[in-house]
């Protein structure tokens, strides 16, 4: 780790101010679960780290409004992942943050950071001597010719194939989020299929914030399809571990048991949070069968462009996708 | 005297779990510094430029050591080459780069947070040389054992006509297996705190080998041994990783002598894939001959597994699978596979637990080719006789383990047919049995037993506890036979300062510390006149001697051994005498019983329940035992199912150097473990009755789980470790 300047604030202002006066190269910390993390490795060598845990206007989350649920950037994952209401109303969001990480992590880690948590990819992680684009930008790509079976099969460049990892955000995807932010030009609002990039030529531009902004809060608009979802994860291990594929399904069906509303979100293979547009159209109007939710499945993964040791991820997807449609549409009925 | 009920309970869990047991990086004395290396980033070359200049400058930062200080240190020999070290190759000697990961340099500074940034600053320039590191890549250089290393317990065996046998044969499987490398990660951390008092050097290091530590730093520092003591209370898991004198320690001696005070140094999580031994990767070719009714007349195991350029690891994977049955033709060949990689060793269970999932994978295998039951066709081919020497086994409950097991588990409901078993949600259910052996081995070994007038008494033994539960055996042993409570009695374990403190590993620890033990006891009852059994109040009994202490030394060898075995143990090498003893073999056995569910859409295998029993002799102690066979069969689970050191051969070393990209199992990964024992003493093997336990638990873990696996969706796997993809491959296609 790298000497680094700390400042801690207790309001939103000071922040923003704190960080426009620390420079682009600043980092926020809330629950610093990743930031420390990858200042450990020196992925990230920040000279400012501003410190918002304490800001009070980041904490707190609202799951009771009729219009749309509101969260709080600093509101901790495992406080959101146990509100009942959330896991009555909007069983995919709680679901989506029970399955990250562990009790302890969740018990730190805040929503607003979650979102922007960086990937995985082990050649981004293992530092020196592996080439990777996003953390030495013009190093080239090792996983592009190397194991890529934790890779991007959508989204992915010449550049860069690593995964966005999280799954707080591909479940909000499927939700039609938006998130709040403020910086030095004051507040703005963007839907949160925004917030992230693809890598493109430039890996390392993971977001769309500018320097000096911060997230505020996200909000997720009320639908009855938040009843009838589902995150499904699909890892290496039962528990505390990335996906290897993940589905985010919510749906509501009409007097004649079609679906009606349908959003569907997938993880783990892409390399930012990925809406299925063709997948939900697939299913709409449609009743939930065994064979409507594989067509579903396949209409998710039918453009994935996989690499040499992850193709399995298209049929697992595609079964990852169906089995979240068989029981989202079992949580609509219910 | 009434004797107070033995207390069987762990006699050091409560400083473990509060906190209070300290181990060898918990010591914070003052003045202490912090060492960090820093390591090479290319697969094999040499250092043409090494600036240290940045690092130097960095605050805080006391000393740099590389080659280039011409360090005067020599190599501490291979611990499987008549040396002490964990590899004969020393680093930070010299400029050639042996594998990537490699220490390039050790930076001490006044703390961690300078000796890390320091260490990262070191720049060095390479000139890269060609590498392999996959049985697979070009560049891999084969060696048959026997020639390479031509001793007695290393020759391929031969025994009848094995490829006769077979080519006759109306049975016949020819299958090939693969074992990735893989990684102890011990929770502790391989790390030390060191210090010079005078010219004696202190090492606080947890190890299961302080008397290698010891021995292997007098000769690489030009020492005599007897200054240099090594202090090893608790070790917080070795599985092998700890058996030997680390790279790290010599350096840290000279750094701390330079320094005039104590330095610490503890191996990062990542560094550890590079910086210490591993399982090495392995392939086994096995083909089995039966004739037509199932009986097994022909085995050949034929293994190869990577071993680094500099040392040759030596494999014995066919010590257990030529004993596992009644087979009377068996050929065995060993093959080296050096590359450019640290030198691999010994990781819990190292040869058992690869050679069994192939062997026990195929015999299941041969059982389904013969249409019998696979735990029948087991039982019908037991034997009692060691086929290999011709001699009985000092005991073997095999069978009794697996008829036990077959019914705790329920194994009369299986129906043979594979995939024809569902669980209510669907899932397929797989039923799969393997059996596992490990070689009994007896070790040298002195006790040194001081009883006060207090009524306390103080045991100094040859031993290492690292999790297994050795200092809680001793206590047992002592408390039953003196009748003394456990909380009377201070056990001293891996301390150089009381003992030679061999090796403590292949799973003989407790054999030969309980034997030497006892001997201590029986002469401790002698100097004060008591009964040769029944409880001793130690108190009177010592106060009647006109003397506030009495003391007495025990030293005991295994069968067959001289003192010449003592000797080399005193001088910190392997002095171990087993399987084969005068008239008889000795062998620890297992039997594993596993059910897999394996899930009909995205084919995630879940392991709901094992049932394992062990004859393992007399158990020593109920709580631990237990506790060693439970952690035995998790790592069989991971070791099927989960872990892998994933290369990447252009990059050379391990690319999963992470416990977050090298999967484990987690709690919610483990079902219901029901553990048993035979408990048959055997004391032929041992006057105390135990054999080892430790490592034959997960020996034959992963060949049940794969036989389940294979019996839940009729799909063989013969490489680990069985993943979703691997399965989903075989799956079905969706209606």
Redesign the interface.
């Known amino acids: 780790m790298r000497p680094f300047a700390y400042t801690k604030v207790e309001t939103l202002a000071e922040a923003v101010d704190a960080l426009v006066a620390a420079g682009p190269q600043a980092r926020l910390l809330a629950g610093g679960t990743t930031l420390y993390d990858l200042m450990k490795l020196e992925i990230e060598t920040p000279p400012a780290v501003v410190d918002v845990h304490r800001v009070a206007d980041l904490a707190g989350f609202d799951t009771s409004g009729d219009r749309e649920l509101v969260f709080g950037a600093g509101a901790r994952m495992a406080d959101v992942a146990e509100d009942g209401r959330l896991r009555r109303d909007y069983p995919a969001l709680s679901e989506s943050l029970w399955r990250a990480a562990s009790q302890q992590l969740r018990n730190m880690a805040t929503l607003g950071g979650n979102l922007l948590q960086r990937t995985r990819c082990p050649y981004f992680r293992g530092g020196e001597p592996f080439a990777c684009n996003k953390r030495r930008p013009g190093s080239g790509c090792a996983a592009r010719e190397g194991l890529d079976r934790s890779h991007a099969l959508f989204g992915g460049s010449e550049a860069c194939i690593a995964v966005y990892p999280g799954d707080w955000a591909t479940a909000l995807v499927a939700f039609d989020a938006e998130v709040d932010v403020l910086g030095p030009g004051g507040a703005r609002s963007l839907p949160l299929v925004r917030l992230h990039r693809e890598p493109g030529d430039t890996p390392q531009h993971e977001h769309t914030l500018e320097p000096g902004e911060i997230i505020l809060r996200v909000r997720v608009p009320a639908t009855p399809a938040g009843r009838g979802s589902a995150y499904l994860k699909i890892r290496d291990r039962e528990s505390y571990a990335f996906a290897v594929v993940s589905a985010a399904v919510a749906l509501t069906l009409d007097g004649d048991g079609r679906v009606d509303e349908c959003r569907i979100a997938v993880g783990g293979v892409a390399t930012r949070p990925w809406r299925v547009p063709a997948a939900e159209q697939a299913l709409r109007g449609n009743e939930i069968t065994e064979a409507s939710a594989r067509a579903a499945g396949e209409a998710a993964f039918a453009d994935a462009r996989p690499g040499r040791d992850n193709a399995f991820k298209i049929e697992l997807g595609t079964r990852t996708v169906a089995d979240a449609v068989r029981l989202a549409g079992s949580r609509a009925v219910a | 005297m009434s004797r107070e009920p033995v207390d069987t309970r762990r006699v050091d869990a409560r400083e473990k779990v509060t906190g209070a047991a300290l181990y060898a990086t918990d010591l914070h004395p003052d003045q202490v510094a912090h060492a960090v290396l820093a390591t090479a980033?290319?697969g094999r070359g040499r250092i043409t430029e090494l600036d240290v200049s940045a690092a130097a400058a960095v605050p805080g930062v006391l000393l740099v050591l590389t080659h280039l200080d011409r360090l005067d240190l020599q190599s501490p020999g291979f611990i499987m080459g008549g040396g002490y070290g964990v590899q004969s190759m020393q680093p930070l000697l010299d400029d050639r780069i042996a594998y990537?990961g490699q220490a390039i340099a050790m930076v001490v500074a006044e703390t961690l947070?300078a000796a890390?940034?320091a260490a990262?600053l070191v720049h060095a320039a390479y000139e890269q040389e060609p590498f392999a590191v996959t049985l697979d890549s070009p560049g891999v250089e084969r060696l048959s054992q026997p020639a390479a290393i031509p001793l007695p317990f290393l020759a391929d065996l031969d025994v009848g006509d094995a490829e006769s046998a077979y080519a006759a044969a109306a049975l016949r499987v020819d299958a090939t297996y693969d074992q990735p490398a893989q990684h102890q990660n011990p929770m502790e951390l391989i790390g030390a705190t060191v210090f010079w008092r005078g010219d004696t050097l202190v090492v606080h290091e947890g190890t299961q080998n302080a008397g290698a530590i010891r021995n292997g730093l007098a000769r690489q520092l030009g020492i005599d041994a007897a200054n240099v003591e090594v202090i090893s209370p608790y070790t917080g898991g070795g599985f092998g990783q700890k058996n030997s004198l680390q790279i790290h320690i010599a350096p840290l001696a000279l750094a701390a002598r330079r320094l005039g005070r104590p330095v610490k140094l503890v191996v990062s999580r990542?560094q550890l894939f590079h910086h210490t031994s591993f399982r090495p990767a392995s392939r086994h070719r096995i083909r089995l001959g039966a004739d037509e009714h199932g009986r097994m007349l022909a085995a050949i195991h034929e293994v190869e597994h990577q071993t680094s350029r500099h040392d040759l690891f030596p494999l014995m994977y066919t010590e257990i699978t030529s004993r596992m049955y009644g087979v009377r033709d068996f050929r065995g060949r060993q093959t080296f596979a050096r590359m450019d990689t640290q030198s691999p060793g010994f990781m819990r269970a190292p040869f058992e637990q690869p050679a069994a999932f192939a062997f026990e994978s195929a015999v299941d295998e041969l059982a389904y080719a013969a249409h019998r039951d696979p735990l029948e066709f087991r039982l019908a081919n037991d034997t009692t006789v060691d086929p290999i020497s011709g001699e009985p086994f000092s005991s073997r409950h095999l069978a009794q383990c697996l008829r036990r097991g077959a019914k705790r588990f329920g194994w009369s409901a299986r129906q043979q047919r594979p995939a024809s078993m569902r669980a209510d949600d669907g899932s397929l259910v797989g039923w799969g049995v393997a059996v596992g052996a490990y070689p009994g081995s007896i070790v040298p070994s002195a006790a040194h037993l001081v009883a006060g007038a207090d009524g306390r008494i103080r045991v100094e033994v040859d031993g290492h506890e690292m999790g297994q539960g050795i200092r809680s055996t001793i206590a047992i042993l002592v408390a039953e036979n003196l009748g003394v409570g456990v909380h009377r009695i201070d056990i001293v374990i891996g301390d150089t300062r009381v003992a030679a403190q061999h090796l403590t590993a292949g799973s003989w620890g407790t054999a030969s510390t309980l034997g030497a033990v006892q001997a201590a006891l029986r002469a401790l009852r002698e100097q004060l006149g008591a009964d040769a059994t029944g409880p001793v109040d130690l108190a009177a009994a010592v106060r009647a001697t006109g003397r506030d202490h009495v003391e007495v030394r025990a030293e005991t060898l295994g069968p067959g051994q001289t003192e010449q075995d003592i000797e080399r143990a005193r001088r910190g090498h392997p002095a171990l005498s087993g399987p084969e003893f005068p008239g008889y073999s000795t062998f620890s056995w297992i039997a594993h019983f596993v059910e897999v569910r394996v899930e009909p859409?995205?084919?995630?295998i879940?392991v709901p329940r094992v049932v394992s029993v062990a004859d393992c002799g007399r158990v020593a102690s109920p709580v631990t035992a237990a506790s060693q066979v439970r952690g035995g069969i998790v790592w069989g689970i991971g070791a099927s199912l989960?872990e892998a050191g994933?290369v990447?051969p252009?990059?050379g070393g391990f690319?999963?150097?992470?416990l977050?990209?090298y999967?484990v199992?987690?709690?919610?990964?483990i079902g219901t473990l029901d553990v048993d024992f035979i408990g048959e003493p055997d004391l032929r093997f041992s006057p105390v009755g135990v054999k080892g336990l430790g490592e034959v638990s997960m020996v034959g873990v992963a060949a049940a789980v794969a036989n389940a696996v294979f019996h839940a969706t009729g799909v063989r796997h013969r490489r680990l470790p069985i993943?979703?993809?691997d399965v989903?491959?075989g799956a079905s296609p969706?209606?």
């Open positions: 980033t290319v990537r947070t890390t940034e990262n990542t859409s995205t084919c995630r879940r989960r994933e990447d252009r990059y690319l999963n150097a992470s977050e990209e999967p199992p987690v709690n919610a990964d993943r979703i993809e989903l491959a969706p209606a």
